[in-house]
């Protein structure tokens, strides 16, 4: 059984910066890819980032395009989402999720294409 588990959220103040971290365990193949979802009260579910694990090839969304940065450890299979100059617009409870499919520029976003998500971490941006 694939299980995730994200950590590294908290109450940060605009212009700071958290790193998120999503651990995989179960997992039959080593080709599979991990994103990063958030939910804002009252908003939809939205993509964030995803990155392959073949190839390392990351994809994110417009929003968080220079802010963001997605990394893996293969070994480790756990995925970090560094954010950085946060604004109160990423405030979300941030979701890591995974499939035995590598991300495509079109989909990548798309929650359904994802077999197995995490329990979340929120993250709070506020003065």
């Known amino acids: 059984q694939v299980q995730l588990v994200e950590s590294g959220g908290g109450l940060v103040q605009p212009g700071g910066s958290l790193r998120l971290s999503c651990a995989a365990s179960?997992?039959?193949?080593?080709?599979?890819?991990i994103g990063w979802f958030r939910q804002a009260p009252g908003k939809e579910r939205e993509g964030v980032s995803c990155i392959n694990s073949s190839d390392g090839r990351t994809y994110y969304a417009d929003s968080v395009k220079g802010r963001f940065t997605i990394s893996g450890d293969n070994a480790k299979k756990t995925v970090f989402l560094q954010m950085n100059s946060l604004k109160p617009t990423d405030t979300a409870v941030y979701y890591c999720?995974?499939?035995?499919?590598?991300?495509?520029?079109?989909?990548w976003g798309v929650g359904g294409r994802y077999d197995y998500w995490g329990q979340g971490t929120e993250v709070t941006v506020s003065s």
């Open positions: 179960g997992f039959t193949s080593d080709y599979y890819s």
């Open positions: 999720a995974t499939t035995l499919s590598s991300c495509t520029e079109n989909a």
